[in-house]
């Protein structure tokens, strides 16, 4: 069975699926969620009861180019209120590898991949192998070395991450590093990843923060456009949500 991505859209007005990712993704199960924000006192059941057959059918809508390309597509619809314990808990049930932030995209020529504090690359060079296609002509790893940090200890890592995606069977012309010295390493990333077409990252611990602004991958689709997929680490299933 191939691996499983979560494709999460907001309903009832997503924004469009960029053609460009249906083919490279055509290879995985693709899970299109589409997720129903409702204020704090609207009940699940007269949500559903009003909306559920029109967002049924934009999910559909949605769904075809990937079908088109020969992707498996499973739909799911929550009408729910914590969108983030949502995707989690769906990622969770359908056995989800990563997870799509699906900006819009005209082309993926460069690819930034965020390195971790961590020697496990896990599945995260099968999701930059992914992304790259003919155009692409550079795929960066880029690890911030925060204030106080061993900057020796941030270019080995550096080093094995590119050895690592290159026994994986990515061209090594392509593969190039990239060390920054910062105070916030959230913020480092962001300012790089403009620079780039798409964003092939970990998944991170949630903080604070995250309530506050949105997750990182968010913040980096919101502020640049690209399209970002996020590599889940294994998880104990998360509480139960609502109208999963």
């Keep these: 069975m191939a691996d499983a ?18 083919a490279p993704l055509a290879s995985l199960d693709i899970v299109l969620l589409g997720h129903f924000q409702l204020p704090e006192q609207t009940p699940a059941s007269a949500a559903r009861e009003q909306f559920e057959a029109e967002a049924t059918a934009t999910l559909e809508r949605l769904a075809e180019p990937f079908r088109e390309a020969g992707a498996s ?51 995260l060079p099968a999701f930059v192998d992914l992304l790259t296609g003919d155009s692409t002509r550079e795929i960066t790893l880029f690890h911030v070395v925060e204030d106080g940090d061993d900057l020796e200890g941030g270019e080995q890592l550096l080093r094995d991450a590119r050895e690592g995606l ?28 403009a620079e780039y077409d798409a964003v092939v990252m970990h998944e991170a611990e949630p903080d604070l923060r995250d309530r506050i602004f949105g997750t990182l991958p968010d913040r980096i689709a919101s502020r640049t456009s690209d399209p970002v997929i996020i590599v889940r680490w294994n998880h104990e299933p998360a509480s139960e949500v609502e109208d999963v």
């Design 73 to 123: 597509v499973r739909t799911r619809l929550v009408f729910g209120k914590d969108r983030a314990a949502v995707i989690d808990q769906v990622a969770i049930e359908e056995g989800c590898a990563a997870e799509l932030d699906p900006a819009p995209t005209d082309g993926i020529d460069r690819i930034l991949v965020p390195i971790p504090a961590v020697a496990e690359l896990g599945r």
């Design 166 to 193: 290159i026994r994986s069977g990515l061209d090594a012309e392509l593969v190039d590093t990239r060390l920054v010295e910062g105070a916030e390493h959230d913020d480092e990333i962001l300012r790089v990843a």
């Design 5 to 22: 991505i979560l494709v999460p859209v907001e309903l009832p007005d997503p924004a469009p699926l960029s053609p460009v990712l249906a």
